[in-house]
């Protein structure tokens, strides 16, 4: 059974996401700002709108990543790389679009601009102490296993 997903329209033209295929994990979602087009300059970030808001349930949360033709033919990516729409959160759905070329880009309301991933989470919580118990590993740091 799907994990059913509330979703509101915030201003006309927006899109409801999208799946591009029947196994596809991801959900496009599509620029609707009200202004048509947005351009954003090289190496800036925008802030894009969907035009949408919705209600993740309990225990859940949107991960919000790349469109990989947008990034790889466009340089336009997250800016924080992988955004988190919590499920507490009511407002729009915004993605901080990120030009990371030399040039000018220019962004078209419906156009796809990053895809929505709804993903299960823990609820943790944390102790602090004044040891760990000890791993092989330890403290090693980054790159600290090496290559085989």
Do not use: W
């Not at 959900?27 to 087009?37: E, F, K, P, S, V």
């Not at 990371?100 to 078209?108: G, L, N, W, Y």
């Amino acid at each position: 059974m799907p994990v059913q997903i509330s979703v509101r329209k915030l201003r006309e033209g927006a899109k409801m996401p999208m799946s591009g295929s029947a196994q596809a994990a991801g959900y496009d979602l599509y620029a609707c700002t009200g202004n048509g087009i947005t351009v954003i300059a090289p190496h800036t970030t925008a802030m894009i709108g969907t035009g949408l808001a919705a209600a993740v349930p309990e225990g859940y949360f949107g991960a919000l990543f790349a469109r990989s033709g947008l990034a790889a033919k466009q340089g336009l990516r997250p800016a924080n790389c992988v955004g988190v729409l919590d499920s507490d959160y009511r407002g729009e759905i915004i993605i901080a679009l990120h030009n990371d070329t030399d040039e000018e880009r220019s962004v078209e309301d419906g156009e796809r601009i990053a895809q929505l991933v709804i993903l299960p989470y823990l609820a943790v919580s944390f102790t602090q102490t004044q040891e760990l118990d000890q791993t092989q590993r330890g403290a090693g740091g980054f790159g600290h296993t090496g290559m085989h």
